[in-house]
């Protein structure tokens, strides 16, 4: 057993069982490739695990990676990394020098169009719970001074279901304890990259995504 173990769901949906005691992130890596702590393992291509600097002083936290991620094993390598990446440089961040990662390590998706397209499907609260551990475990490794939410799925993943990305964005708020242990880490909630591109408003939900992370790069220039 390890040291995650046992604080997962108990409904037979749970990675804890899978991610190493006293990893660094390079192993972490590893050991989440052979993830099968839920089923969405069966469907997807490989597991997506977190990628950029190790030592960031922010983490951004998506929902699950989308096809073209599945596909190419990093996060926010598509359409919607393309909004991000766009919004954290007018933000003053630097996109080389965050840690990205998402609340669910694997692609879920329905099939459309006989087959030939597979349509993005939200994961379940119950996927998000079983792959927390892994999440935990790299927040716990970064160690940042500030977590960004990107979505509601992050956001209710580390705040709490009961969390309105709508109501709560751009605030800063304490990040919950990761596992009983108090991270001492703030978090924020922005709205998330997809959204932007999904909006009939564009403009303006971009506008407010990069002012949120404004405030995130806030946290971390903040001494
Ligand atoms: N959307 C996400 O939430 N994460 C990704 O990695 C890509 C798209």
């Given at each position: 057993m390890n040291a995650t173990a046992g604080t997962g769901p108990e409904?037979?949906?749970?990675?804890?069982?899978?991610?190493?005691?006293?990893?660094d992130l390079a192993r972490?890596?590893?050991?989440?490739?052979?993830?099968?702590?839920?089923?969405?393992?069966?469907?997807?291509?490989?597991?997506?695990?977190?990628?950029?600097?190790?030592?960031?002083?922010?983490?951004l936290v998506g929902e699950?990676?989308?096809?073209?991620?599945?596909?190419?094993?990093?996060?926010?390598?598509?359409?919607?990394?393309?909004?991000?990446?766009?919004?954290?440089a007018e933000a003053g961040i630097d996109p080389g020098e965050v840690y990205v990662t998402n609340a669910v390590k694997h692609f879920k998706f329905v099939l459309q169009e006989r087959g030939k397209r597979?349509?993005?499907?939200?994961p379940s609260r119950r996927e998000v719970t079983a792959c927390r551990p892994w999440l935990v475990a790299e927040l716990r490794l970064v160690s940042p001074r500030?977590?960004?939410?990107?979505?509601?799925?992050?956001?209710?993943?580390?705040?709490?279901?009961?969390f309105r990305v709508t109501r709560e964005h751009g605030?800063?708020?304490?990040?919950?304890?990761?596992?009983?242990?108090?991270?001492?880490v703030e978090v924020v909630a922005t709205t998330h990259p997809s959204a932007?591109?999904?909006?009939d408003d564009r403009e303006s939900v971009y506008a407010g995504m990069v002012a949120d992370l404004r405030v995130a790069a806030g946290v971390v220039g903040g001494g």
């Amino acid at each position: 057993m390890n040291a995650t173990a046992g604080t997962g769901p108990e409904d037979g949906y749970d990675a804890a069982p899978f991610v190493p005691e006293g990893a660094d992130l390079a192993r972490l890596r590893s050991a989440a490739a052979g993830c099968r702590g839920c089923p969405l393992h069966l469907q997807a291509t490989q597991t997506v695990f977190g990628a950029g600097e190790p030592s960031s002083a922010m983490v951004l936290v998506g929902e699950q990676p989308g096809d073209v991620e599945d596909r190419r094993g990093r996060p926010f390598v598509g359409p919607a990394g393309k909004v991000l990446d766009r919004a954290l440089a007018e933000a003053g961040i630097d996109p080389g020098e965050v840690y990205v990662t998402n609340a669910v390590k694997h692609f879920k998706f329905v099939l459309q169009e006989r087959g030939k397209r597979r349509m993005h499907e939200a994961p379940s609260r119950r996927e998000v719970t079983a792959c927390r551990p892994w999440l935990v475990a790299e927040l716990r490794l970064v160690s940042p001074r500030v977590v960004v939410a990107l979505g509601a799925t992050a956001a209710k993943a580390l705040l709490g279901p009961s969390f309105r990305v709508t109501r709560e964005h751009g605030v800063v708020l304490p990040l919950p304890p990761l596992d009983g242990v108090d991270p001492e880490v703030e978090v924020v909630a922005t709205t998330h990259p997809s959204a932007v591109l999904r909006a009939d408003d564009r403009e303006s939900v971009y506008a407010g995504m990069v002012a949120d992370l404004r405030v995130a790069a806030g946290v971390v220039g903040g001494g």
